[in-house]
């Protein structure tokens, strides 16, 4: 059933603000809650003004108060790269337990279902390959990469525990490797530096050997999976994201060759624990939700490298 009042956590961030615009024009009326850590209003500026759209600023490890029903809560509040998560360990780790507390309350006193944005790196550095949702993991819980794995491993807990002990409508979401308009050129994950680097003319920096590989979703499909699952009874976990597979030189070198640059290629150090393999096994949601990724990897890049080209002064000054 589609919600009527839906709440947002992390509206204004990057896959946050993708899914405020797709409520609205589905007719929701929509409470849009961030702190700014690393979102911004200006993701969401086109919807102001909407008579359904509400902007609030709230630092979700506080208190949460919305007044008047609530259909839905989307629990989508976290720094995600991880230069971000690295840059601001203690309020990864706490907006992951007393940010998942609040939303999974305000859900409970709202009596509205609540979906928990988890990810793919829960299965850290996996030894099951694709990874299914019944894989447990590989996650080095004093890693560098911790404070973001073990703070969605920690949520997904809390809202399972939730679901047990109070009959919450919950469910979970692992989220692979999205990209698309809206990504701040800066924030250190692979296709916005990749991105950057081209329009600029700098050498494009591939980690590692590049070996390495990542599932891109365009945030489009990402969405359309995000929403299926919401509109549903499903409890999940379910992976979300598209199992075309691209190791991350293949990556850099289509980058390069849809923007038409000739940035060189330099290979630097590869951060400590990286994952060396990440695919999803999306069989749960095609059976359950009717949800396949419909966009490959190369039209998803042209219509990002186009938004890039659109708002990067580095782009324009460029061409």
């Known amino acids: 059933m589609r919600a009527q009042r839906v709440v947002v956590t992390g509206g204004a961030g990057f896959l946050g603000s993708h899914l405020c615009e797709r409520f609205v024009a589905r007719g929701a009326q929509v409470i849009c809650m961030d702190n700014f850590l690393t979102g911004a209003p200006v993701n969401v500026e086109h919807l102001m003004g909407r008579p359904r759209f509400r902007l609030v600023e709230c630092d979700l490890t506080g208190f949460v108060h919305v007044p008047g029903p609530v259909d839905l809560v989307m629990h989508f509040a976290s720094a995600a790269s991880p230069t971000d998560y690295l840059r601001h360990p203690i309020q990864t780790l706490k907006v992951g337990s007393l940010g998942t507390l609040h939303a999974l309350g305000l859900a409970r006193e709202k009596g509205a279902r609540f979906v928990l944005a988890s990810t ?13 949702e019944s894989y447990w993991g590989n996650v080095n819980p004093v890693g560098p990469r911790s404070v973001y794995d073990e703070a969605k491993r920690f949520s997904e807990s809390l809202t399972t525990a939730y679901r047990a002990t109070h009959g919450l409508n ?10 698309g308009p809206r990504m701040r050129p800066h924030d250190g994950r692979a296709i916005p530096t990749f991105i950057r680097q081209a329009l600029a003319g700098e050498p494009l920096t ?3 050997d590049g070996g390495q590989t990542r599932s891109i979703s365009y945030v489009d499909d990402t969405v359309d999976g995000i929403l299926a ?20 030189l293949e990556l850099a070198c289509l980058v ?13 150090d590869r951060p400590v624990d990286d994952p060396h393999v990440r695919r999803p096994d999306t069989t749960l949601a095609a059976a359950e939700l009717g949800w396949r990724p419909r966009i490959g990897p190369e039209a998803g890049l042209r219509r990002t490298i186009e938004w890039f080209e659109r708002e990067l002064p580095e782009a324009r000054s460029a061409s």
């Open 170 to 179: 919950t469910a979970i979401v692992r989220i692979f490797n999205t990209y």
């Open 206 to 208: 591939v980690t590692g």
């Open 256 to 268: 390069r060759d849809l923007t038409g640059s000739g940035s060189p290629i330099r290979f630097v």
């Open 229 to 248: 699952l919401a509109d549903s009874s499903l409890a999940g976990p379910v992976n979300i994201g598209n199992p075309a597979e691209l190791s991350m």
């Open 120 to 132: 793919s790196e829960v299965y850290g550095d996996p030894l099951q390959h694709p990874q299914t």
